[in-house]
């Protein structure tokens, strides 16, 4: 690595104790920064020094951090993700989420490059972050309040340009699955970050400030990004299918491959005609108002909506498969009013839909009865149960009161835990893992759960042409395929770029456009460096957590029942399962089978000590 002054930071993290009230400023070291860039692997590493593996997650003593990157505040096109990380109430592991919007350009643009905030307030707060001052203050008045209503009332009283971040009540009631949301309708959404902030009396993030980012070089900056743009604008899933019908223009196309999951995932069989009903093509002729951007972004895949006098942002795709076809529900009106009231109570819909799913069919198989439902109809293909179990869950009333500790803790408290379909507690998302072994692994093996961000997002890829081919049926090529793409999305999330854009290209132009901010020169085999000291420290947090490697399985049904994938009976045998996790540890130099970071690999990415 090339050295000179490090641009594009402010070397300053924030941060707040909630408890004792006290705000306090550190200086961030030059090789933290370089060595962990910004974003996930700052965060992590953050995270990874301050907190106890052991604590409880709604305690005090859980942490959150929040980090930004060399190019947020820059034009980089996506360059606008944020990324937090926590202990998991759903999970008891590492939680580790991103989001886009413009809440972390602003936070940036305060002068710092990360947020640390732990301990517990007595009463409801909010911080306030500018350039001048940080302030806690009391926020009793907007608790209670939806995710909308406490922006606009921030927004209103404190400061129309500030930024807001903020929980419903869904966060507030400790819902497990309940999300973070910023810019209205963006979420930190898996693993339950709500209820964490929620148990912090932590209402409201509120950011303005007008500080740049430095660069060093702008011209090659400038260089890169031209690289960038010149690829997305040639590649057909950024140029064109993420424009016109955003993310939920692959559903149709994740039906063809078979993989479009059905009634909890019992098969992947839907008729063309249902399809049809709740196509991207349908929501872009029925819905759509206009479309949508994170900060500096091209392809532009947020879709603006409305339905039947209501107004929000999508559903994409992952919300449409989960509380549609998931649930045997193909109404769009029904599954677009529940993903609106989602995003405004603060809740993941990934987590939100499987819960749903795995409720229905352990109701339809007689496992709850009507009086446990409190008289919910709760069964496959019944839209009018949507919104009322989405707000049941978010006020933890009814069976909401289950249903909001997530699938696995649902179905385990009425003895039938095989009905969760779910890895480490948290909702396999809108992909059926039986037909992509590379996907089921990434499933396997992601640090926080079933999340398919985290965990390697190998489908889409391995369809709709990425940077390189992912084998779909490999028990020896789909390891080292997951571990590559797992490697890439940390990258990509360390540098708060946009997943999406792996459509186009791999990190090649993000290397030019990192030189041009910082000055420091990011190798790929320094990139790849990174990648594995964040999949080390996330993996070593997770075995102190109490995770074993059988942890790294999927649900008994994706083993003992098959769905028809290319005319074909398929699942993924226990058997198949450990060689894929095995020969996964191995790509990974981690002990077999225990999963362990061996010494060697921790000694070449620097991280003995962990
Ligand atoms: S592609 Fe979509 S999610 Fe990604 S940065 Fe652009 S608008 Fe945001």
Known sequence: MKTSALKGVHKKLLEIDLTHSKIRIKKLDKRLLQNYIGGRALATRLFFDAVDPGCDPLSPENIIVIAASPL??????????????????????????????TWIRYLKS???????????????????????????????????????????????????????????????????????????????????????????????????????????????????????????????????????????????????????P???????????????????????????????????????????????????????????????????????????????????????????????????????????????????????????????????????????????????????????????????KMEIPAYDPRASFTQALGYMTSPTGACHLRGGYAVSLAFFGGTKEIPRFSLLQSPIAIRNMQNLGIIQDSLGICRFTGFAFSTEPWSRMLRGVTGYEYSSAEFEKMANRVAALERVFNLKAGVKHSDDALPPRFSSESITVQRQNTSLSFQ???????????????SVPEGIPSKKILESIECEEI
């Open 72 to 101: 947020i505040g820059t034009t980089a096109p996506t360059a606008a993700r944020g990324h937090m990380v926590f202990k998991s109430p759903l999970t008891g592991l590492i939680g580790s989420s991103n989001c886009g919007g």
């Open 110 to 260: 305060t002068g710092y490059d990360a947020l640390l905030i732990k301990g517990r307030a007595r009463k409801p707060v909010k911080i306030h972050i500018n350039p001048e001052s940080v302030t806690i203050q009391p926020a009793e008045k907007v608790w209670g309040l939806n995710v909308h209503q406490t922006t606009q009332t921030l927004q209103n009283e404190q400061s129309p340009k500030a930024r807001v971040l903020c929980i419903g009540p869904a966060g507030e009631n400790g819902v497990k699955f309940s999300s973070v949301m910023n810019d209205l309708n963006r979420a930190y959404g898996r693993g339950g970050p709500g209820a964490v902030f929620g148990s912090k009396n932590l209402k409201a993030i509120l950011v303005e400030g007008n500080k740049k980012t430095e660069f060093n070089k702008k011209e090659i900056f400038q260089a890169g990004k031209d690289q960038a743009e010149y690829i997305m604008k040639a590649a057909p899933i950024t140029k064109r299918l993420l424009k016109e019908l955003g993310t939920s223009g692959l559903f149709k196309l994740i039906n063809v491959m078979e993989m479009l």
């Open 262 to 424: 059905h009634h909890n995932f019992t098969d992947n069989v839907h008729a063309p005609e249902q399809i049809d009903q709740i196509s991207g093509e349908r929501i872009k002729k029925e819905l759509l108002n206009r479309p949508g951007a994170c900060f500096g972004c091209p392809i532009a895949c947020q879709r603006h909506t409305s339905t039947n006098g209501k107004t929000g942002e999508g559903p994409e795709y992952e919300t449409l498969v989960m509380l549609g076809p998931l649930c045997g529900i193909y109404h769009l009106e029904s599954i677009t009013k529940a993903n609106y009231l989602c995003n405004e109570l603060g809740l993941d819909t990934i987590s939100m839909g499987g819960t749903i799913a795995c409720a229905m069919e352990m109701s339809e198989k007689g496992i709850l009865t009507k009086q446990e439902t409190g008289g919910l109809a709760l069964s496959f293909g019944r839209p009018e149960v949507l919104e009322q179990t989405v707000q049941q869950t978010a006020s933890r009333q009814g069976i909401g009161k289950h249903l909001s500790e997530g699938s696995s803790r649902f179905a385990e408290s009425f003895h039938h835990p095989a009905f969760s379909m779910s890895v480490k």
């Open 576 to 590: 198949s399962q450990i060689q894929l996790r095995e020969n996964y540890y191995r790509a990974r130099d981690w």
